[in-house]
């Protein structure tokens, strides 16, 4: 067994659903999208489902088959970009809930599926999905009579507490809402970390549930820990990996280790990722190829078979600064090869 080992805890998942839930007193969805940011969604939303969320939100339709095949009919399954050309079948197959983004949606939908569940998303200023305003007042009477399941729009800049947008983009979401019946929704994981004036009655957390910032109190989800394949002593002088682009400047233990840039490990972290045996820190030397990653073990009093790349010692996050990225970019993109073992309910 050469591939990487990841694994991911369940029982985290919820724990962190349950904490952001415990910061509201309204319902608390769940985003599975992007295949539960690359952690699986069919078992994500089983170990939800069993915590009581009973709705979740994906990107796409298509990402739902997985989820229905898991849970049946029973959730809500609500789409983000709304109900596009050639969706018709999956909506109804699979009995999603569209956030209608635009008239032209709109039309679409009552057209193709008279009295099936759909919600609105507008847009507040993030200028990405949604009815602009002027749209949604030229509909919002039509949209209304039709009982939507969900108002909701989106902020730009939760992760960021001070920023005046998010002041103003609640202004324009009340502007555009207050007075309807209908369950409205403004927060992800960071706009639950704003205040209660944010929560509305439905919050829409992803990065959270995964153990990610902007929720620094999350309780982590993944562990990925490496096999050393060959473990070779270098001479001061001697050159590591493509391009020659480290050069040893002391005898060197080195580990050759399963796991590279196929993986998702950012080929922007040659010599600048650690990996971890314990607490001792083994720097990452020369360039992360496709498949492997050379690691200086000098410092080891032993040798592993395995080095941690994300654990206690360092977690998704400090791997995504160290690669100038963001912890969703690092979790979405943890590879397709790694041996998965998922535990927890
Ligand atoms: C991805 C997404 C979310 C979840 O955001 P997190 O920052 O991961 O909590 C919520 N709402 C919309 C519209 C999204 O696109």
Redesign the pocket.
Known sequence: MSTGRLNIDLDAVVANWRALDGMTTCKTAA?V?ANG?GLGSANVAKALFKAGVRQF?I?VAEEAAPIRAELGDKPDINV?SGHMKGDTDLIRELRLTP?LNSVEQMTRHFETLPGHPFGI?LDTGMNR?GMEPQEWAAVAELVLSQNPTLV?S?LAC??EPDHPMNPHQLDIFKQLTDGISVPRSLA???GILLGSEYHFDLT???????G?L?FTDATPVVELDLPIVQVRDVAAGEVVGYANSWQAERATRLATVSGGYADGIFRILSDKATLFHGNTPCPLVGRVSMDLLTIDITDLDETPDKLTLIGPQQSVDDLASAAKTIG?EVLTQLGARYTRKTYGK
Request: no cysteine; aromatic share 20%; net charge positive.
């Open positions: 985003v999208k940011y939100f990107a983000f956030m998303q999905l909701m989106h939760a992760d992800a994981t960071g829409r957390p992803g990065i959270g549930l995964y990610g902007p969703y």
